[in-house]
């Protein structure tokens, strides 16, 4: 069964930095789109940035432009999203997903139903 690990959420500060980290088992992240979505008290899940590793094509949300950063490492296997500038908006449960193929990663991102969830790592921003 393939799996994905997140980790490196946090409390931080407005304006701070967080980086998280998605492990992938049992498959090879450069066979898959892969991406985040994150979830905000009392909202839906929406796609913060996804993208093919194996070609580069990166989709970000307008919220997350600028600020953060999808990027990969095939030799380790995971995926990371570095955010800068963070904001009490970007409070929320940040979930790691996968769709084997060729996806397009904005259309990964457009709704939450890639086949891959990894279990979500919660990030606090405080004001």
């Known amino acids: 069964e393939v799996q994905l690990q997140a980790s490196g959420g946090g409390l931080v500060q407005a304006g701070g930095s967080l980086r998280l980290s998605c492990a992938a088992s049992?498959?090879?992240?450069?066979?898959?789109?892969m991406g985040w979505f994150r979830q905000a008290p009392g909202k839906d899940r929406e796609g913060v940035s996804c993208?093919?590793?194996?070609?580069?094509?990166?989709y970000y949300a307008d919220s997350a432009k600028g600020r953060f950063t999808i990027s990969s490492d095939g030799a380790k296997n995971t995926v990371y999203l570095q955010m800068d500038d963070l904001k009490p908006e970007d409070t929320g449960v940040y979930y790691c997903?996968?769709?084997?193929?060729?996806?397009?990663?904005?259309?990964?991102?457009?709704?939450?139903?890639?086949?891959?969830w990894g279990q979500g790592t919660l990030v606090t921003v405080s004001s």
């Open positions: 997903v996968a769709e084997r193929g060729s996806a397009s990663p904005q259309g990964l991102c457009y709704a939450p139903v890639a086949s891959v």
């Open positions: 049992r498959f090879a992240i450069d066979d898959y789109a």
């Open positions: 993208f093919r590793p194996y070609d580069r094509v990166t």
